[in-house]
């Protein structure tokens, strides 16, 4: 897909309501070669890693786990984590979640798994 | 500095208690060779543009408008604008305006402005 580039401001709420299924991350802007993505979460993803890039998580509305092999990150409203290059991270979140995802172009939303959550790359709302 | 890899959450309404300057940047986290940074803006910001690199603002509390040479835009709360590439741009903010900037890390917050406003850069809270 060609570069978008709006004339206007992008209102996160007004995105997020276009929009119900989970684990689905649908972009909304692009700036260089980064997305920003949102995403609902509801449930438990599967474990998996991006080899060759940090990925952030920003929580709009609700709270979400993300679990690591040697701790726990728990995310509420207005906060961010950077999931490191390569670390193995599996999100979670007990009821739904909205989520604002930065990462580069291109990125699979199940990274290296194997899995039936791997959703439609590039997809915008 | 080197890479900061936190173990926790970051809290942006947390952070942003921490200062209170105006147009002075402050970085609270990277994302591969990408910064987050937070800033309160009041007043009117230099014209200016990055010439290497868009730059996205998403404005946390508050309302701001970015100028643009041929339009204007408005900003209100969880509002995002990328600013395209060497696109020329002055922020402006009539009441204090709490905003997330994403950007490659070593942007001038002033890009190619001769200006007093110019922030010291890599300023970490």
């Not at 438990?44 to 690591?68: A, P, Q, R, Y």
Request: hydrophobic fraction near 40%; charge should be negative; glycine fraction near 4%.
């Amino acid at each position: 897909m060609t570069k978008v580039i709006t004339n206007k401001s992008i209102n996160l709420m007004e995105k997020l309501s276009l929009f119900s299924e989970h684990w689905s991350p649908k972009v909304i802007a692009e700036m260089n070669d980064y997305q920003f993505k949102l995403v609902k979460l509801k449930g438990e993803f599967t474990w998996h890693k991006h080899e060759h890039t940090d990925e952030t998580f920003l929580v709009l509305k609700g709270e979400m786990t993300i679990l690591l092999r040697d701790k726990t990150i728990k995310l509420c409203e207005n906060e961010l984590y950077v999931v490191p290059k390569g670390v193995e991270h599996k999100p979670v979140a007990e009821q739904e979640c909205q989520v604002l995802i930065i990462e580069p172009k291109g990125v699979i939303n199940t990274g290296d798994a194997d899995s039936e959550l791997t959703a439609d790359n590039d997809v915008w709302i």
